[in-house]
T-cell receptor, first 110, second 118 residues
Framework: GQQLNQSPQSMFIQEGEDVSMNCTSS?????WLWYKQEPGEGPVLLIA?????ELTSNGRLTAQFGITRKDSFLNISASIPSDVGIYFC??????????FGKGTRLSVIA | EAQVTQNPRYLITVTGKKLTVTCSQN?????MSWYRQDPGLGLRQIYY???????DKGDVPEGYKVSRKEKRNFPLILESPSPNQTSLYFC?????????????????FGPGTRLLVL
């Protein structure tokens, strides 16, 4: 089946630094989603992308749908301690179920 | 408040003892699904349902059953749990964002059910 490679697996950064993570797919997707999961909770949707090349922001978060439709990245600017969590990419094509990346665990050092 | 609820939140059971994890959503969503989350493996879909009485297997359906008799409820059933089903389980439901494409966008997740099978 479809697979998503998400990198990096984990990141330790200083408060105030910018963060970048990405996902690549073995096949073309029509939709890319980015979620954040905090300890003890379910994933929460951050950004949804629907068109190749689309760049969408949500506060300090910016995500882009790659031109090839096989990749997406998420940037977080000026990180703060509450950005800590696991970030997941997810995607699908047509009516296939969502496929999730394995997550990027972000730690922010104050 | 729009939400997905799951019960129980925590469960310890023994091998072979049938159990059900309930899931309910109050958003009138048509699409619901179950995932399991394991360290290093991320989220994997177990079953999903596009509407009442319509269910399909996800990536890891073995050992699980589901039913969708009502739009708001989507219980996960483990007829004979085994230790390899020890995991964190999430129920999710979906509406759609404008512009609307498919029902699978904007999945809202429940808080999770942590299951330990001894």
């Amino acid at each position: 089946g479809q697979q998503l490679n998400q990198s990096p697996q984990s990141m330790f950064i200083q408060e105030g630094e910018d963060v970048s993570m990405n996902c690549t797919s073995s096949s073309i997707f029509n939709t890319w989603l980015w979620y954040k999961q905090e300890p003890g909770e379910g994933p929460v949707l951050l950004i949804a992308l629907y068109k190749a090349g689309e760049l969408t922001s949500n506060g300090r978060l910016t995500a882009q749908f790659g031109i090839t439709r096989k990749d997406s990245f998420l940037n977080i600017s000026a990180s703060i301690p509450s950005d800590v969590g696991i970030y997941f990419c997810a995607g699908h094509s047509g009516n296939t179920p969502l496929v999730f990346g394995k997550g990027t665990r972000l730690s922010v050092i104050a | 408040e729009a939400q997905v609820t799951q019960n129980p939140r925590y469960l310890i059971t023994v091998t072979g003892k049938k159990l059900t994890v309930t899931c309910s959503q109050n958003m009138n969503h048509e699409y619901m699904s179950w995932y399991r989350q394991d360290p290093g493996l991320g989220l994997r879909q177990i079953y999903y349902s596009m509407n009442v009485e319509v269910t399909d297997k996800g990536d890891v359906p073995e050992g699980y059953k589901v039913s969708r008799k009502e739009k708001r409820n989507f219980p996960l059933i483990l007829e004979s749990p085994s230790p390899n089903q020890t995991s964190l389980y999430f129920c999710a439901s979906s509406g759609s964002l404008p512009p609307s494409t498919t029902l699978q966008e904007t999945q809202y997740f429940g808080p999770g059910t942590r299951l330990l099978v001894l």
